[in-house]
């Protein structure tokens, strides 16, 4: 497990975008909220907080093919920050949720579950993943000339 872990559960925003890195990995990414409900001086108050969801290899083909936006879902996974430069020579960064895990909230809703079969060296349930551990540098990105995440 690693080092930072974090587990939201909120909707999905946008559909997830399947992609391919030079190499033929795959990636997912797509957008998420989480809501928040308090009461503050006899009021009830929402808070929204939004992320951006990447998930590698067979979990990114499973998610294209079974998630949409409006989905209330389940991610586990942990949190890494990317940097980068941009063509004027201003310095960026972002902060995106790297799935280890997604699944659907079944608190609304009802889901029917179609197991894949195994792949040959691909995500095998042992604890293996076809996605880069967090030591191994990430693929190169070829999305063209908009920004990476």
Known sequence: MPDNSVTLVGNITRDPELRFTPSGQAIATFGMAVN?????????????????????????????????KGARIIV?????????????????????????????????ATA???KNDRREGGDSGGGSSSRPASNEPQPAYTGGDEEPF
Do not use: H, M, Y
């Not at 928040?36 to 083909?61: D, H, M, P, V, Y």
């Not at 960026?92 to 909230?105: F, I, K, M, Q, Y």
């Open 112 to 114: 029917e579950i179609t």
């Open 36 to 68: 928040r409900r308090f009461q503050r001086n006899g009021q009830w108050e929402e808070q929204t907080s939004f992320f951006n969801i990447t998930a590698w290899g067979t979990l990114g083909e499973n998610a294209s093919n079974s998630l949409q």
């Open 76 to 108: 586990n996974g942990r949190l890494e920050q990317r940097s980068w430069e941009t063509q004027e020579g201003e310095k960026r960064s972002v902060v995106v949720v790297v799935a280890d895990e997604l699944g659907p909230s079944l608190r609304w």
